[in-house]
């Protein structure tokens, strides 16, 4: 019994120190400051399977201090349950280069080997989102992937083709351009 009651007391507590370990990025902790008041304005750049892809541009309007980031938001219904869950990731804005060149590496260097054993690659943000590729030996084929939240299966987002790829990077490379454009406002 006192196993049980030392269980249900110390239950609460280490779910929520598992929470409040997750990494954030900079624009969750600007965005989190109290005293703050915040306006969120979103841009579209366009869809990646099912998830919307957005320029994210946060403001506090007490400082009018701006920061930008590139932002995934991927709803998944079911139809059977009737319900859903929403997952979303934000880049912050220095990290979208090196999103962008790792895709031109899987690219360009990549997806022209045929490796014998399975094998990935992966880009880690400073938030929860991770992304990259993996050969699978048995399929004999490569797989992308956007993972939105790197501790829920059900944030992925799968792509398989060459052209599924190009179109990722042109969506990244517009996130910049777009961003330059807001800041030159």
């Known amino acids: 019994m006192k196993q049980m009651i030392i269980f249900f007391l110390l239950f609460p507590i ?18 989190s400051k109290s005293g703050q008041f915040i306006e969120k304005e979103y841009y579209s750049l366009g869809k990646i ?20 980031g590139l932002h995934f938001q991927l709803a998944n219904y079911s139809v ?13 804005e220095d990290e979208i280069d090196g999103l962008i060149a790792a895709f031109r590496y899987i690219d360009e260097n990549v997806f022209r080997t045929k490796p014998g054993n399975t094998t990935e690659f ?3 943000s400073r938030g929860d989102f991770k992304a990259g590729c ?10 992308i992937y956007l993972q939105l939240d790197k501790y829920r299966l059900g944030s992925n987002i799968g792509l398989e083709s060459k052209d599924d790829l190009k179109e990722l990077i042109k969506i990244f490379e517009n996130s910049t351009k777009k961003i330059q454009a807001l800041k030159n406002t």
Do not use: C, H, M, P
């Open 134 to 143: 993996f050969w699978t030996a048995r399929e004999r084929k490569w797989r």
């Open 14 to 31: 280490i779910v929520f120190s598992q929470d409040t370990l997750r990494a954030k990025t900079i624009i969750d902790s600007f965005d």
């Open 80 to 92: 059977s349950t009737g319900s859903g869950t929403v997952y979303n990731a934000t880049l912050d």
């Open 49 to 68: 399977d099912k998830a919307e892809v957005t320029v994210l541009k946060v403001t506090d309007l007490t400082s009018n201090q701006s920061l930008y």
């Open 122 to 124: 992966n880009y880690t």
